[in-house]
């Protein structure tokens, strides 16, 4: 299986400002059809993950532009800007290149 | 506007089986994969598997292979998870999604217990 290693754990932030998100894969995500499927979503407390960022780069529908997705292979960042109450929450990364799909462990995003 | 409306929490006996469903409203269930989620209590989120409602196809995550049963009825739109003897260590919600797009359903609380 694919492990998905996200760091950190938690990520202190104040609102207003920057953070990072690294997720680091066990073996490259590129398909054989040239896409590489690594996804972002957050979970919100009490509620279902939302998708935020889809195929590394591709910001979902409805999602501002403070979030923005990188990287290529096996490395991937998450960026978050200007970060807003509305964004405290879970982040995961989600790979579905290879069987079985795999999430990271999760990022707690919360105010310092 | 689309609709994935999950059945109501369960509290199922150690070594019972019970059934999830996953009522799909505002698109044809046929149209595209459906996958189920799981997320113990204070944990992450773990892939199950994902079912091709055209046609049946299933594949499943090696954990899962001989707990979790994914079906679909295209008749009533409705995606199903059967998980069988049940141990204290399934207790946990469950999902069932549409990766890759905002359609997932609220989640099913599972809780095994006698």
């Known amino acids: 299986d694919v492990l998905m290693t996200q760091t950190p754990v938690s990520l202190p932030v104040s609102l207003g400002g920057q953070v990072s998100i690294s997720c680091r894969s066990s073996q490259s995500l590129v398909h054989s059809d040239g896409n590489t499927y690594l996804h972002w979503y957050l979970q919100k407390p009490g509620q279902s993950p939302q998708l935020l960022i889809y195929?590394?780069?591709n910001r979902f529908s409805g999602v501002p532009d403070r979030f923005s997705g990188s990287g290529s292979g096996t490395d991937f960042t998450l960026k978050i800007s200007r970060v807003e109450p509305e964004d405290l929450g879970v982040y995961y990364c989600?790979?579905?290149?290879?069987?079985?799909?795999?999430f990271g462990s999760g990022t707690k995003l919360e105010i310092k | 506007e689309v609709q994935l409306q999950q059945s109501g929490a369960e509290l199922g006996k150690p070594g019972t089986s019970v059934k999830l469903s996953c009522k799909v409203s505002?698109?044809?269930?046929?149209?595209?994969?459906m996958h189920w989620v799981n997320q113990r209590p204070g944990k992450g989120l773990e892939w199950i598997g994902r079912?091709?409602?055209?046609?049946?196809?299933?594949i499943y995550a090696e954990k899962f292979k001989s707990k979790a049963t994914l079906t679909a009825d295209t008749s009533s739109n409705t995606a199903y998870m059967q998980l069988s003897q049940l141990k204290s260590d399934d207790t946990a919600i469950y999902f069932c999604?549409?990766?890759?797009?905002?359609?997932w359903g609220q989640g099913t609380l599972v809780t095994v217990s006698s």
């Open positions: 999604a549409v990766l890759t797009t905002k359609n």
């Open positions: 195929r590394v780069s």
């Open positions: 079912i091709d409602p055209a046609n049946g196809n299933t």
């Open positions: 505002g698109y044809n269930i046929r149209s595209t994969y």
């Open positions: 989600l790979q579905s290149t290879h069987f079985p799909l795999t």
